[in-house]
DNA sequence: GCGACAG
DNA sequence: ATCTTGTCGC
């Protein structure tokens, strides 16, 4: 007899297991220069392990402009992926995916050019309405406009500010929020974005001092 | 017209 | 994003 896949939907179309391979993305920008770095993390979900890294020195071309984030960071963060040997089955991203005033923001265009599932985590409200989530770990409430959803807002850990979870390619908004609390097991933001944040912070530092 | 505005 | 002191809590 045929046995669906540990992780498979049972929900007709779509039907796909839940990744295991994870990789997060995120930009440093040098606050005196045009210099910024990008680094890209992979983890296996199911382990929690690091699987691999890659970081990439570069200079900003475009201005920070609310609503262009991705003509902004897309270049580097592209620069980055493409240096992980590994595929990833999901990328996260440091901001928003279709909660985005075109409803096409940085997830969105990193999806489409990598062809990979995509979506983001933001940290602080962009745009949309919402209601506050409950204040526990898994707490969740839509992120609307009109009549249409979004995104989340999720709780991944008791009583700390919510992120914000919207879809970028690729996937679903139960499958990203889904995600985002499996990545996020014990600080706020996703373990990958975490690591992201700390490599690309760490290696613009070092090479500032240069 | 005015204010707000991911990272 | 980055800067930036003290402070509250585990």
Excluded at 136 to 142: P, Q, T
């Amino acid at each position: 007899m045929i046995v669906a896949p540990a992780g498979a939907t049972s929900t007709g179309r779509g039907n796909r297991v839940a990744p295991t391979l994870v990789a997060g993305v995120d930009v440093s920008y040098d606050k005196t220069s045009p210099r910024i770095t990008a680094a890209a993390v992979m983890m296996n979900v199911t382990t929690g392990e690091e699987v691999e890294a890659a970081v990439v020195h570069g200079e900003v071309s475009f201005p920070y402009v609310p609503g262009l984030l991705a003509l902004r960071e897309v270049p580097i963060l592209l620069a980055a992926l493409g240096r992980l040997v590994h595929r990833p089955e999901a990328v996260v991203c440091d901001g928003y995916g279709i909660a985005h005033p075109r409803r096409f923001s940085l997830a969105c265009h990193l999806g489409v050019v990598t062809r990979l599932p995509t979506f983001g985590v933001a940290k602080t409200p962009f745009v949309a309405t919402y209601d506050e989530p409950g204040p526990r770990r898994g707490d969740r409430s839509s992120l609307c406009d009109g009549d249409d959803v979004l995104g989340q807002v999720l709780r991944t850990q008791d009583d700390v500010k919510p992120v914000f979870v919207s879809v970028g390619h690729r996937t679903s908004l139960d499958q990203a929020a889904s995600l985002t609390l499996d990545l996020s097991p014990r600080y706020r933001l996703p373990e990958v974005i975490r690591r992201a944040d700390f490599l690309s912070r760490e290696a613009l530092r070092r090479n500032e001092n240069r």
